[in-house]
Nanobody
């Protein structure tokens, strides 16, 4: 699965951005999609994930209530709406995917960078104070 992120940029504290993750070669409707981020000098951390049918989502505690993940399978795209941005949100944001082969698993379990099979190259988000 070839993933391409877009929508990053420079924004002031309190501002908003919408990231997009598009798949260029394969339909995404059978994939669980996640957003992860990595700040300089830090490990890559999970941000949010969404199930194949949009029914189940996961958010990390640091973004819950501010970020919203959604998907449009017809457009082969997953979005991350980020509101109330803070300087701590500054990072490169990566889109990742894993085929939905899970029978019984919570999104909390699935949304882990070690479970992801395909990755995009990321888009940079910088939040100025």
């Amino acid at each position: 699965l070839q993933l391409v992120e877009s929508g990053g940029g420079l924004v002031q504290t309190g501002g908003s951005l919408r990231l997009s993750c598009g798949a260029t070669d394969t339909a995404i409707d059978s994939y669980i999609i996640g957003w992860f981020r990595q700040a300089p000098g830090k490990e890559r951390e999970r941000v949010s994930c969404i199930s194949t049918n949009d029914a189940t989502t996961y958010y990390s505690g640091s973004v819950k209530g501010r970020f919203t993940i959604s998907r449009d399978n017809a457009k082969n795209t997953v979005y991350l709406q980020m509101n109330g941005l803070k300087p701590d949100d500054t990072a490169r944001y990566y889109c990742a995917a894993v085929r939905n082969t899970y029978v019984i698993a919570t999104m909390d379990f699935i949304c882990d960078r070690h479970n992801m099979e395909d990755w995009g190259k990321g888009t940079l988000v910088t939040v100025s104070s």
